[in-house]
């Protein structure tokens, strides 16, 4: 059977049956282009699918509809791993598992179905023919993906560009236009032979210039960007620093085991103390997010306790629920110095839904998944942490690391990020991995370095490129001793944000509605 006549099948009025499975079905194996599989061609015939379906559709709500299938297979696939916070204590949360992976992924599918009805509607609106549908399609992405990022608190996991976390090469452009930018080029990259599907002899001209253009020439010019700015920009390491970063590898459903907890810190005294490796002495040691299990109360003796693991004249960074004057709880973290004075802290603003505190809590039945009956209360932003022996930094506290455009002191700019996390709420999965390409992109986009310390990993240390220096994987236990990267001169995206790429996607959509407008008064 010919290419055509599959396609006719396939294109029944109104979505059919077949279009929708195809729909859901290229919807989930796109999310493999993502990290670790990095099955990055599979986008181009799901995009190029998804982008013709929402063109050619009689209506709005059909490419929507198609939209929302598609969507629904996307995040399915893509971030499946949150299911397994809920077998951490399984007899409680273990049957609402399937209910929150299909629940997120049918909610989080909606801003697809906007973007395959935002295309049908700017297609329909400005009449300029199918060589603009890739231009149409990336612009409706990236505007969905925007809304993404802040409606109902955001949830920006898995930008599309993060798929480049292949390659620091094909990233380097984020340091201009940020992920919101460089996703937009992604998805003209894949999009763009369709505007060659079914030319008409007046767009054969500029079907096949998108096409080329979109699809070869964007590619390469991406890579031969980024391979020059990384060669032309010189990343060294701070002299006299260097970083113990803590892997201790505990399984979450033994962290909070009251019999254990005890056990859990001293094991991580004994790793702060080993002998020093190739880098030297270590200057600080860092834990990762709440890898001390005990509420630290005004006046707490743990501080004092915990001395014995810094270095002399150095200090300690480490994760730990902080409970104020008032009563309030924060997911907090901690500097101490080696006499065991707290130097500084930090209380996480970003919570996560119903793993930090439960919206409408009034109203559902639910309790949090994190220990402990209420709800943690929210800091105030970024903010520099300033200790002895290091630049000032920024601290961000789990998923606090995929917001761009939010992650640095508004007042002053650090000069490096420490991004503490306990991804062992997502178990043996690809939840780790997308967690470390969203910290790749900070890095790129503020042109700081990133350190990550996670409980179970993967902690890391990347460079103001992207690139990561060091590393401790996935489910392993261990010890880095590592030097601390210098900063590049901020680049644009650090001095102006997300604001001029999103502005720019929504120009571009409006100039499309304002073609079709004058179009229709020329024929008039």
């Given amino acids: ?54 063109a050619s559709a009689a209506r709005v709500r059909d490419a929507a509809l198609t939209g929302w299938l598609f969507g629904v297979g996307h995040f399915a696939v893509g971030i499946y791993w949150i299911g397994n916070a809920f077998l951490v204590d399984r007899a409680t949360y273990g049957w609402m598992m399937p209910f929150a992976v299909f629940g997120m992924a049918a909610g989080m599918a909606i801003y697809i179905a906007i973007a395959a009805a935002a295309t049908r509607w700017a297609m329909a609106v400005s009449g300029v023919g199918r060589p603009l549908l890739p231009v149409a399609f990336a612009a409706s992405w990236m505007a969905a993906e925007w809304l993404r990022s802040w409606v109902l608190t955001g949830f920006p996991w898995n930008p599309i560009a993060s798929v480049w976390a292949v390659s620091p090469e094909m990233m380097q452009a984020a340091a201009w236009i940020g992920t919101p930018g460089l996703g937009f080029l992604t998805v003209l990259v894949f999009t763009s032979p369709a505007a060659g599907w079914h030319w008409r002899p007046a767009e054969a001209r500029p079907g096949v ?9 964007l590619p390469l010019l991406l890579y031969a960007f980024g391979h020059a700015r990384i060669a032309a920009t010189t990343v060294a390491d701070h002299p006299g620093i260097v970083l113990r970063l803590i892997q201790a590898n505990i399984p979450q459903a033994e962290k909070w085991v009251p019999a254990l907890k005890r056990g859990h810190v001293i094991k991580q005294m ?19 997010e709440t890898m001390v299990p005990f509420v630290i109360e005004p006046n707490s003796d743990i501080p004092g306790m ?53 919206p409408l809590r009034g109203i559902l039945p639910i309790e949090k998944l994190t220990p402990g009956r209420g709800d943690f209360a929210a800091g105030p932003g970024p903010r520099n942490m300033a200790i002895k022996g290091l630049p000032p930094f920024g601290v961000l506290i789990c998923y606090e690391i995929i917001f761009a455009g939010q992650v640095t002191d508004p007042a002053k700019r650090p000069e490096w990020l420490l991004n503490l996390t306990n991804d062992g709420w997502f178990g043996l999965s690809s939840g780790p991995y997308q967690h470390l390409a969203a910290a790749q992109l900070r890095a790129i986009e503020e042109g700081l370095p990133v ?9 890391a ?15 392993e236990q261990g010890v880095a001793d590592v030097p601390l990267p210098t900063a590049l001169p901020p680049p644009p995206f650090a001095r102006t944000g997300t604001g001029p790429s999103v502005a720019a996607v929504f120009l571009l959509l409006a100039g499309l509605a304002a073609a079709g407008w004058r179009r229709r008064r020329r024929q008039d």
């Fill in 270 to 288: 004994r790793m702060s103390r080993r002998s020093p490796g190739p880098a030297g002495p270590p200057t600080h040691v860092v834990w990762g």
């Fill in 461 to 475: 240390v990347i460079d103001a490129n992207g690139r990561v220096r060091n590393m401790i994987g996935l489910d």
């Fill in 451 to 459: 350190v990550r310390v996670a409980n179970t990993g993967i902690s």
């Fill in 209 to 217: 210039a998108v096409f080329v253009g979109g699809s070869v020439l």
């Fill in 1 to 54: 059977m010919s290419l055509g006549k599959i396609w006719a099948r396939l294109s029944l009025p109104g979505p059919g049956w077949r279009t929708r499975l195809l729909a859901l079905a290229l919807g989930a194996v796109s999310a493999l282009a993502f990290t670790p599989i990095f099955a990055v061609p599979i986008l181009w015939p799901a995009f190029i699918f998804l982008a013709l379906q929402a």
């Fill in 306 to 358: 915990l001395a014995a693991a810094v270095p002399k004249g150095g200090a300690m960074i480490f994760g730990a629920p902080r409970q104020d004057q008032a009563g309030k709880v924060f997911n907090s973290a901690f500097a101490i110095d080696d006499d065991g004075r707290v130097a500084a802290t930090y209380d996480k603003a970003h919570l996560v839904p119903f793993g930090e505190y439960v």
